[in-house]
């Protein structure tokens, strides 16, 4: 592995009774492109909310790039900045077109100008196939193409990591690809990713690492290829069973 | 009803009205703008001075508010806002009063509208690096504003109306006026009228222009 860009260390996490995050222990390389997957209530969206501290942990450690995650305030808002988040729901600011929606961290957070933003958001916007929706609302575009902007919005900020919390369970079955598509030629780029999802194809295309959770712990962390054909664990070979019969 | 109107200065009683809603509304906004966002910042000093400044205000009869500038503010106190007039005074102190009456109500009605926007617009504000404030200038509250065109139309018409309680402390505006005349002439139910219709012409176009730019604002989701 490449040296660790972001670490978690014996995070912990309670949600009421229910313990979400147990001693959740992993390092995520430059470069590196892990796939999280599990059964839903596992944890696993949240720890990757954990990540930008859209969820606040309760013990343990979380550090990016070697820092240690802000508590509030203005150096969190800094890191958040250089952390992409692209969620399940997109998200896109639905006030503002789709060029704003691009040019408006970059604008406020980095202090661009924006002349400039605008012409690396269009670039952006191209790479992801939606350049000519660009003064367009999100509404008037469909969920794959909201989703795509959503993944330029995030790469407008220049993130060292970018996080993906089920970018695709909100997707029409053929907008998948499109949406996949993007991700798998950022992995190719060298990008650092955490992917929660449910697809098990981007995992074997583009993940270094698959790493299974279960009951708010991690089971288990494997190659993808290994994972797949060889799992370690009962939980694991359970759960690919139910999913890889279809 | 010709030589009320000639006798009268009816239109400038009205026009004292328009000046009493015109600034209290303004007051009323950016003060309730202040108060809300406190009370949906994430410090809990602030969260629970903005409910104090609501539940004060939003439960104390405006009467009451503004017989207390004037009687317990002005002549106990001796804060004069006029010192050159006793009803320049007044009306200042009936704006003030205004203002922080209404700013309680605009509070809330720009709170309802911030429940309009899903959580996932403040989460992807902060996650792409932008402050409190930032997401709040520019996802939140230009949000809220167009999720709460409606109940800020009705707070604006309430406010209207609530200026006729200026008259207690002897404002000249429309009520004011409407009390001398009932006093001093006969046919008090054609006065009535008079008055009645000139705050229908005040409130309706401008319930109807709400209704239509919150349509017209709507944010499509």
Redesign the interface.
């Known amino acids: 592995m490449t040296e660790p860009l972001v670490v978690l260390k014996d995070v912990n996490k309670h949600f009421g009774d229910l313990h979400v995050l147990r001693d959740i222990n992993l390092s995520i390389g430059k470069g590196e492109v892990v796939v999280v997957i599990g059964p839903s209530g596992s944890g696993k969206s949240t720890l990757c909310r954990t990540i930008?501290r859209?969820e606040t942990i309760e013990s343990g450690s979380i550090t990016i790039d070697g820092q240690a995650l802000p508590e509030?305030?203005?150096e969190l808002?800094?890191?958040?900045?250089?952390?992409?988040?692209v969620?399940q729901?997109?998200?896109?600011?639905?006030?503002k077109s789709i060029l704003d929606n691009v040019t408006?961290?970059p604008i406020?957070?980095?202090r661009t100008p924006k002349a400039e933003a605008e012409k690396r958001a269009m670039e952006l916007l191209e790479r992801v196939g939606v350049a000519h929706q660009a003064q367009k609302?999100p509404?008037?575009l469909s969920g794959g193409q909201q989703q795509r902007v959503?993944i330029a919005?995030?790469l407008a900020?220049d993130p060292k990591v970018m996080l993906f919390d089920e970018p695709t369970s909100a997707l029409d079955p053929e907008m998948i690809n499109e949406v996949l598509d993007v991700m798998v030629a950022l992995a190719k780029d060298g990008m650092t990713m955490v992917v929660v999802t449910h697809e098990m194809g981007f995992a074997r295309k583009a993940a270094n690492r698959v790493v299974f959770m279960a009951d708010g712990a991690i089971v288990e962390e494997q190659e993808p290829e290994a994972f797949f054909t060889a799992p370690k664990s009962d939980r694991a070979k359970d759960f690919l069973g139910k999913i890889l019969t279809h | 009803m010709g030589d009320i109107l000639s006798k009268y200065d009816v239109l400038g009683a009205f026009g004292m009205t328009v000046y009493l809603a015109f600034f209290s509304a303004i007051g009323s906004l950016l003060l309730g703008t202040v108060v809300g966002i406190m009370r949906l910042s994430p410090v809990r000093v602030l969260r629970l001075l903005g409910t104090g400044y609501v539940n004060i205000f939003r439960n104390t009869p405006l009467t009451l508010l503004v017989v207390l500038s004037v009687l317990g503010l002005t002549y106990i106190l001796g804060l004069n806002l006029d010192p050159s007039s006793i009803t320049g005074n007044a009306s200042r102190w009936a704006i003030v009063m205004l203002s922080i009456y209404h700013a309680s109500f605009v509070c809330e009605a720009l709170r309802s509208g911030v429940n309009t926007i899903p959580a996932g617009q403040a989460e992807a504000a902060r996650a792409i690096g932008l402050t409190f404030g930032q997401s709040m200038r520019e996802v939140l509250l230009p949000q809220a504003f167009r999720g709460a065109i409606a109940p800020l139309g009705s707070t604006l018409i309430a406010l209207i109306k609530n200026t006729t309680v200026a008259a207690v402390v002897g404002v000249a505006e429309a009520a004011n006026l409407m009390a001398v005349i009932i006093e001093n002439e006969t046919g008090g139910l054609v006065v009535f009228l008079v008055f009645a219709i000139g705050f229908v012409i005040l409130t309706l176009p401008l319930g109807l222009a709400f209704t239509s730019l919150s349509r017209r604002l709507a944010v499509k989701r």
């Open positions: 930008n859209l509030e305030g203005k808002a800094q890191l958040r900045a250089d952390v992409g988040m969620f729901s997109f998200n896109l600011f639905s006030h408006l961290g406020k957070a980095r609302l509404a008037q959503a919005r995030s900020m």
